[in-house]
T-cell receptor, first 111, second 116 residues
Framework: EDKVVQSPLSLVVHEGDTVTLNCSYE??????LLWYKQEKKAPTFLFML????IEKKSGRLSSILDKKELFSILNITATQTGDSAVYLC???????????FGQGTRLTINP | GAVVSQHPSWVICKSGTSVKIECRSL??????MFWYRQFPKQSLMLMAT?????????EQGVEKDKFLINHASLTLSTLTVTSAHPEDSSFYIC????????????FGPGTRLTVL
């Protein structure tokens, strides 16, 4: 059965720290891996990763995929209180559009 | 661009009643829409895939007679929770995938259902 496992489930750091969120997956026919940020309502898209070793960056956020070891990481540098959210990782299989989500990592940034 | 709306954003109903939730893609056409459910402090669980003009595909364990899905147009899908019970109280989120073929999903803001 396809699944996505995120770690840690919860993380509390101080503003300015750098954090690394982990996502491992088991999937029979991989298409892409996606990261979302969820605050109070719907998830907002961060990254889509399809190829190994290519880092995607957006400001202080970056992500990379390792298709051999079946994991991805999301890095956030110089964290701010506005980064506090649940970060969700999801995978998508070939031939289907549906997403299978991990449990999420609840990130709290304290001032 | 790529805005998805849901209505209502919040609903409270009595046990045994039915509730309809609408999901609309406002500025694009979506052949496929997805319905997710999220319990407090848990992740999104896919309930069903809704395809315009055809029957929805339900995930294992989701009762299709309880969660009725209709996708009658390229911009609207509805989820009806029939004979709602307190255990159906949850956050229901839809997403829409553009017909243009882009492999993306755009999420609606969600509907919080509370069944008394």
């Amino acid at each position: 059965e396809d699944k996505v496992v995120q770690s840690p489930l919860s993380l509390v750091v101080h503003e300015g720290d750098t954090v690394t969120l982990n996502c491992s997956y088991e999937v029979t026919n991989f298409r892409s891996l996606l990261w979302y940020k969820q605050e109070k309502k719907a998830p907002t898209f961060l990254f889509m990763l399809t190829s190994s070793g290519i880092e995607k960056k957006s400001g202080r956020l970056s992500s990379i995929l390792d298709k051999k070891e079946l994991f991805s990481i999301l890095n956030i540098t110089a964290t701010q209180t506005g980064d506090s959210a649940v970060y969700l990782c999801a995978h998508q299989i070939q031939g289907a559009q549906k997403l299978v989500f991990g449990q999420g990592t609840r990130l709290t940034i304290n001032p | 661009g790529a805005v998805v709306s849901q209505h209502p954003s919040w609903v409270i109903c009595k046990s045994g009643t039915s509730v309809k939730i609408e999901c609309r893609s406002l500025d694009f056409q979506a052949t496929t829409m997805f319905w997710y459910r999220q319990f407090p402090k848990q992740s999104l669980m896919l309930m069903a895939t809704s395809n315009e003009g055809s029957k929805a595909t339900y995930e294992q364990g989701v009762e299709k007679d309880k969660f009725l899905i209709n996708h009658a147009s390229l911009t609207l899908s509805t989820l009806t929770v029939t004979s709602a019970h307190p255990e159906d109280s949850s956050f229901y989120i839809c997403s829409a995938s553009p017909t243009s073929g882009r492999n993306e999903q755009f999420f609606g803001p969600g509907t919080r259902l509370t069944v008394l």
